[in-house]
């Protein structure tokens, strides 16, 4: 009776160890695969402009300055920050 309780503890600490290791697998791999942002867009979900830029980009990281805080240099919408670190001021087709 002894030698079975302690085979089922054993068991029961070997499984839970394995899923631990399983799930941390997931989770590291999930992060790997999180899309990178190229760019910024800064504007407005009611700027028509700011949603041509954002169909034109849209793997750029968007900021909807009517909810979230904008630099300062952002003083037209959309303004769009690209990867070499440019500023667009406006809609640039």
């Known amino acids: 009776m002894k030698i079975t309780l302690v085979l089922l503890v054993?068991?029961?600490i070997a499984i839970a160890v394995i899923f631990f290791i399983m799930k941390r697998k997931v989770v590291e791999k999930k992060e790997?695969?999180?899309?990178?942002?190229n760019g910024i867009i800064y504007g407005s979900d009611t700027c028509r402009y700011t949603i041509l830029q954002k169909k034109k980009?849209?793997?750029?990281?968007?900021?909807?300055?009517?909810?979230?805080t904008c630099p300062d240099f952002v003083k037209a919408f959309p303004t769009t920050v690209y990867p070499?670190?440019?500023?667009?001021p406006g809609y640039a087709p």
Do not use: M
């Open 10 to 12: 054993v068991a029961a």
């Open 32 to 37: 790997d695969e999180a899309p990178k942002k």
């Open 57 to 68: 980009y849209p793997d750029f990281e968007y900021v909807d300055c009517t909810k979230d």
């Open 84 to 88: 070499d670190g440019s500023t667009v």
